[in-house]
């Protein structure tokens, strides 16, 4: 086979254009795929590292939906905290709005009156201030002397030997017992039952002394005298002046009761324990994707694409929330009412249910602020992922992608180098015709 003979001006045009053609691609490959590694060819180092830095972004940006699942479910359980705490305020109205209407729950008796039109007409003072200002105790015997114009009479209790004078008023669980003088007056025994806390006393225009529990529970007020302030605190205890000394016809053993129920409080039965059956069902549905932080489901949120120790993940551990959890009864108007119900009718069982609804809301109030602090928590690491995974990829771009300005100059000067080869190649192929001319 013959072998061609080209010049060196055409073989060097020939390799500048060659050479030319060469970049000319590879400018126009890395502007088609915009990037200047395409393959562990073009740059091992950088091609393998860009592709670690996708590979970490994409794992990430998985765990994202992961994440935002997280967020709702806590949210979901975080509204259904909120509406649980308004249902409680609304339990609460219902017991202030039973609490407000007791007037056929107190227990009250009136005596007979202490004193009498004579004795008013002697002093010129009301029944009312005549029976006030009386004595309790007789200073000359053992009989109630009437008042004058100059004398304010008294009830006639001896104290000629039982010198110490007491009243004890209790009801419930709640005793209190307080001396009196053996000077002291009515006024001064009414002053005592209203420091009490337990009952209030009056004297009425008919000069009748009035006494009123402010509970719902059988009230008894006790009058008694002894050689001491013990025995006189022991004595009143039985109340036996109750009735010589013509201040209540029923002693403090027997007690007053109250004398009916409300009719208010029996109507919010109903309402009250339809509000507590709610607070169990909005907790059943605060859940989300299967998951219900209220029903004592444990949710874990992965942060990052590592496994065993490596990884980071929350775990939020949920309560079950339901009334009774919460120490909320039900409301009852039984005297004796079941097991998790309270006497919608008494006093006491109300204060105490009251106590226990802000005990409640206290503890509702702290679930929120706890799913509070993993919420924010967990958008906290959203927020770091999302910012991550840009920055890995951004980071892997730097590595492997062209800057499609310089490559987009660089081939524009290709291919005018090109086109100046071809026409040095042109104008070699000139120069080796010029020998034909001799011919």
Do not use: C, H, W
Not at 120 to 140: E, I, P, Q, R, V
Not at 175 to 191: C, I
């Amino acid at each position: 086979m013959s072998t061609i003979s080209l010049s060196s001006g055409v073989r060097a045009a020939l390799g500048s254009l060659s050479s030319v053609k060469s970049d000319a691609a590879q400018a126009q490959y890395r502007l088609s795929t915009g990037k200047k590694v395409n393959s562990a060819v073009d740059d091992p180092v950088n091609f393998f590292t860009a592709a670690g830095l996708n590979d970490r972004a994409g794992q990430l940006t998985k765990n994202l939906d992961g994440i935002s699942n997280g967020i709702q479910t806590i949210t979901a359980a975080s509204q259904g905290i909120d509406s649980i705490t308004k249902l409680v305020s609304s339990l609460q109205s219902t017991i202030k709005q039973a609490q407000a209407d007791a007037v056929a729950n107190r227990p009250a008796k009136a005596g007979t009156a202490l004193s009498t039109a004579a004795e008013t007409a002697l002093n010129s003072k009301s029944l009312k201030d005549t029976t006030l200002d009386k004595s309790l105790a007789d200073d000359n015997g053992a009989t109630a002397n009437t008042a004058t114009a100059a004398y304010a009479g008294n009830l006639g209790i001896d104290t000629s030997t039982n010198t110490n004078l007491a009243v004890t008023i209790s009801a419930g669980n709640t005793t209190y017992t307080a001396a009196l003088s053996a000077t002291g007056t009515v006024r001064d025994l009414v002053n005592e039952i209203n420091k009490s806390g337990i009952a209030t006393a009056s004297v009425d225009d008919a000069g009748k002394l009035n006494v009123t529990g402010n509970g719902s529970n059988t009230l008894k007020v006790g009058i008694g005298s002894g050689t001491s302030a013990a025995l006189a605190a022991t004595d009143s205890a039985a109340g036996t002046l109750n009735v010589s000394a013509g201040l209540l016809v029923a002693d403090a053993t027997t007690g007053i009761a109250a004398s009916g129920n409300s009719t208010v409080r029996s109507n919010l039965v109903n309402q009250f324990n339809d509000l507590t059956s709610q607070i169990d069902q909005l907790a059943k549905d605060a859940g989300f994707n299967g998951k219900n932080l209220l029903a004592g489901d444990k949710l874990s949120i992965v942060f990052n694409e590592k496994t065993g120790s490596q990884q980071s993940k929350l775990d939020v551990q949920g309560s079950t929330i339901t009334s009774a959890n919460l120490g909320i009864q039900q409301a009852s108007t039984a005297t004796v009412p079941p097991a998790g119900s309270f006497n919608i009718q008494d006093d006491s069982a109300l204060s105490t249910a009251s106590d226990n609804l802000t005990n409640v809301l206290t503890t509702l109030r702290s679930t929120s602020s706890s799913l509070g602090a993993s919420l924010s928590t967990v958008q906290t690491r959203q927020d770091f992922t999302k910012n991550l995974s840009n920055t890995l990829t951004a980071g892997a771009d730097n590595l492997v992608s062209a800057d499609t300005n310089q490559e987009a100059a660089n081939l524009l000067a290709l291919q005018t180098r090109q086109q100046l080869s071809q026409t040095a190649l042109s104008l070699s192929n000139q120069a080796d015709q010029a020998i034909l001319r001799l011919f």
